[in-house]
């Protein structure tokens, strides 16, 4: 059997009264992300993960912020247009880690709606699925609650 290991990096500025969205969820927030789509730097990461899995590239490539069909878009669908390839049709995904670093809001009660959210649009159970939040303790631009970022692994198998 073949498998493959991606590794996937977002960051995302947050302003006052942009809304928030990670792993797909809704997160009740004063800030939000600055971004061209709708900002969801967990699945963000997640894509590229997926696509560096496979030498694929980046996100930035697929879905460049100068191309306005991609403007407030949602998450899930580019992380579907990713499993969708047909580079990465041939492969199943084993299972993702995803690791938060956000300052504020406290993300645990949001947690496992992400682990549902993200497996049900990659096809696969929730107990494939790790979301992790941490803070910085108050340490750099996350600290200064000035933005977010994200780490997320994949492993991926061919069919």
């Known amino acids: 059997m073949e ?9 995302h500025a947050l302003a006052a009264g942009l809304p928030m969205r990670l792993g797909g969820v809704q997160i009740p927030s004063e ?4 971004a061209h ?5 967990a699945i ?4 590229d993960a997926l ?7 980046d996100i930035g490539h697929l879905f460049p912020d ?3 069909r991609w403007k407030g878009v949602d998450s899930k669908e580019l992380l579907a247009a990713v499993l969708d390839l047909p580079e990465l049709r041939g492969w199943y995904v084993v299972n993702a880690d995803i690791t938060i670093a956000l300052q504020s809001p406290k993300l645990a ?3 496992l709606q992400m682990r549902e959210t993200l497996s049900g649009v990659m096809g696969i159970s929730p107990a494939r699925v790790s979301v992790k939040a941490t803070t910085t303790e108050h340490l750099g631009f996350v600290g200064r609650k000035e933005g977010c970022e994200v780490w997320a692994i994949v492993l991926i198998a061919r069919k």
Do not use: E, K, M, N
């Open 3 to 11: 498998f493959r290991i991606g590794q996937g990096y977002d960051v």
């Open 37 to 41: 789509s709708d900002g969801d730097v």
């Open 66 to 68: 100068t191309d306005d």
């Open 31 to 34: 800030t939000g992300f600055v």
């Open 44 to 47: 963000h990461a997640l894509c």
């Open 109 to 111: 009660p949001y947690i």
């Open 51 to 57: 696509l560096g899995a496979l030498a694929l590239g």
